[in-house]
């Protein structure tokens, strides 16, 4: 048993929780499975797939980027760091498109037909707020430019 | 003393991200990983227990209600739905979907604290190790496949492999097989970690003083930081930030009146008018196949179940007993109605007049054809509710045709889709 142990690599209870996990998952699973079992496996294992190798490449790509022009700008503009500036706007807009994106692209086939409503407005709409959220974001920065030009002067 | 397994893991050590100098955060580390942690814990645990309280609410043991008919035990704890508060599905649905998108932005900021165990190398040193990491694939999987299914499906995006509610309820439990387990393996680690710094010095920590946290077991902490250019502070608050947005631009959803109008990007965000029948429709009769003339002059409601069946015009219902009632709409998707002045004929009315005064269920079917939710079942509660009506007139005015003329259920706290339009048949059981 304690050599058994040991090979596992961890105490009892963690071999334990483990397999009630995987027998609930495995009940619950199977009835899941139980329909387009290709296309569920696939969404499933997708899901994890494209947050950890698509969404967040992309993300942290672009975020980068933004911050290796920061620095290569930096001789130019005002030694205030302005990454965060562009960054929180950018990163509020994108989560909006993320969520509803769907409806902003005019993706959802049904839609005016289920609803009596129509999709067209969605486009505008998400574009207003990005707008607004960048440019709250320039007043902010140029509140903070004022404040570090009067304490330095 | 490493293993010879080890020492040849080490030598075939993948570049890029498998090497632990590849990640260079310096906010990356357990404290700033439980604090996500600590409010998915009690995020995701309301999520389950509000979703399984809308499953609930469907009646699913009653005949024509389960989409999931092979649920075993995970239907455990059903109830009969009640029909007092009449918001009462109003909120917790509200609820369910509001939090859903409030915790995105925490999810993805968990994911993020910890994505450089995805590419520990070597994969697994121990069966232990293989194990636990298997389960984790079930939990991230799990995680962003319920919310994924979700968010579509507020979307009216069916684009997911099969029906939403089958794939989201067996979904959850997948889930949250691999959430308990987690939560077991990692509770003390997150307790401990919370417990390492503390969250007032935290949010008084500017970007110049951000610094590293100490080396950790679970080596979540960069070996090689870059400089910060955002504080812990500033991470929480841009998460916070960003489950706000999505709340304050969704919520009037829920709410209706004046506030809808500020839920920009939410699926019913859009204000229709001011007459008696402009509100939310859920599925048009168009949509649903219903025509005008189906619901015309010739329309007769069959009442079954007793001694013999009988047909009932539009005006013989007129003719019967009216009263109104203030129910709201609430949809399984998160938004409704604020309460709209139904009038009609009880249901328990109905019943008597069918000759089973005492009914345990009833049967209601209708003229749309074929569809989910175009023959459901009321339990003896909702039937026998003063307020439960086969509403012939709303806020004063005919129905219109998308709000169900001739004639709709109306129920207290029962979700939207049960409370049937265009209503053919309601064979009523004793």
Known sequence: MHRLLRWYGADPLHLIALIACFALAGYAGLKLLSGDLIGILVWFVGAAVIHDLVLFPLYAVADRSTQAVVRRRSVTTPRVPWVNYVRVPAMLSGLLLLVWFPLIFRLVGPYRATTGLSQEPYLGRWLAVTAFFFLVSAFAFALRLRRERSASH | ?430
């Open chain 2, 1 to 430: 003393m490493p293993s010879r397994v080890q020492r040849l893991a080490e030598r075939l050590q993948p570049p890029g991200p498998f090497r632990r100098s590849f990640w260079r955060s310096p906010i990356r580390g357990p404290w700033l990983t439980a604090v996500f942690g600590s409010v998915l814990l009690v995020g995701v645990i309301a999520m389950f227990l509000t979703g399984l309280l809308s499953y609930a609410a469907y009646n699913p043991d009653l005949p024509e209600n389960d989409l999931t008919s092979d649920k075993g035990l995970l239907g455990f704890y059903l109830f009969p739905w009640p029909t007092d508060p009449v918001w009462l599905y109003r909120f917790t649905q509200g609820l369910h979907v509001l939090m859903g998108l409030a915790l995105i932005p925490v999810l993805l900021a968990k994911l993020w604290s910890v994505i450089p165990k995805l590419f520990d190398w070597p994969p697994a040193l121990s069966p232990a190790q293989a194990l636990e990491r298997l389960s984790l694939l079930l939990l991230v999987g799990g995680a962003v496949f319920q919310f994924v299914t979700g968010v579509a499906n507020i979307q009216l995006w069916y684009v997911f492999p099969g029906d939403f509610y089958s794939l989201h309820f067996y979904g959850a439990w997948v889930f949250m097989a691999a959430f308990v387990v987690h939560v077991v393996l990692r509770l003390g680690r997150m307790v401990s970690a919370l417990r390492s710094r503390s969250l007032r010095q935290e949010l008084r920590t500017d970007t110049a003083a951000t610094q590293p946290e100490p080396p950790d077991p679970d080596d979540l902490v960069s070996p090689a930081p870059a400089a910060a250019t955002i504080s812990r502070r500033g991470v929480i608050g841009l998460v916070g930030a960003g489950s706000l947005t999505l709340v304050l631009l969704s919520f009037g959803q829920s709410i209706g009146g004046p506030l809808r109008r500020l839920a920009l990007l939410a699926p019913r965000g859009q204000v229709i008018g001011d007459g008696p029948n402009d509100f939310q429709v859920n599925k048009t009769a168009a949509e649903a196949g219903v025509t005008a003339a189906q619901a015309g002059s010739g329309w007769r409601l069959e009442l079954g179940g007793g001694p013999a069946p009988q047909l009932l015009s539009r005006d013989d219902l007129l003719a019967m007993p009216q009263h109104t009632a203030r129910l709201p709409i609430a949809c399984v998707e998160g938004w409704s109605t604020p309460n709209q002045a139904w009038t009609g004929v009880r249901l328990r009315d109905l019943a008597g007049l069918s000759g089973v005064p005492e009914p345990a269920t009833v049967l209601v079917e209708s003229l749309q054809e074929g569809g989910a939710f175009s023959v459901t079942s009321l339990r003896r509660n909702q039937i026998l509710d003063p307020d439960a009506l086969l509403a012939l007139r709303v806020n004063g005015a005919e129905l219109s045709l998308d709000h169900g003329f001739p004639a709709r259920v109306i129920v207290p706290a029962n979700p939207g889709v049960h409370n049937t339009k265009w209503v053919k048949q309601m064979t009523f059981k004793a």
